[in-house]
């Protein structure tokens, strides 16, 4: 099998398990565990996971103390904050909301880098975003004629 295979089976799964977390998540939250324990529980066991990793097979850099300071900080905002506003969200919506909008995020983020950075779009940006909001209007039509919650109305 070709690395090229290897990638996109990889990225399959990625987006397989990235899709579920919006179910499983909501499963859990508020009912069992709350959304900032649930941040808390997936934080520790990653690092627990690539702790072990590194000792294993990781590169040994050494991080200079003085940045360690400024990683902390990128990590929190890269991962932590960005965890814990999801799934207090999930928690106070359905699935399909979240989803939704985790769809829309980066054919947002497309748009406003063409309008103020001048990022030219070519046909298959263009072809991408259409491609995303027909399948957010899909999400969106198939959740309001299936009788699903309301995401007024969580519960």
């Not at 899709?19 to 998540?25: P, R």
């Not at 939250?29 to 808390?40: A, N, R, S």
């Not at 050494?62 to 905002?77: D, Q, T």
């Not at 999801?86 to 699935?95: H, R, V």
């Amino acid at each position: 099998m070709s690395k090229r295979s290897v990638a996109i089976i990889c990225g399959f799964l990625v987006a397989l398990f990235y899709a579920f977390n919006f179910t499983a998540a909501k499963e859990v939250t508020p009912e069992f565990v709350g959304p900032f324990g649930l941040v808390w529980y997936r934080v520790v066991v990653t690092c627990v996971i690539f702790w072990i990793i590194a000792t294993i097979v990781g590169p040994k850099e050494k991080v200079p103390l003085k940045e360690l300071p400024l990683l902390a900080l990128a990590a929190f905002c890269g991962v932590g904050f960005n965890m814990i506003t999801f799934m207090k969200g999930l928690s106070l919506t359905s699935p399909i909301s979240a989803s939704v909008l985790m769809v829309t995020t980066p054919i947002i983020v497309l748009v406003l880098s063409a309008v103020f950075l001048k990022e030219r779009l070519y046909a298959s940006r263009i072809l991408g975003i259409l491609i995303g909001f027909s399948g957010a209007a899909l999400l969106i039509l198939l959740s309001n004629s299936s009788g699903s919650e309301n995401a007024t109305n969580p519960t």
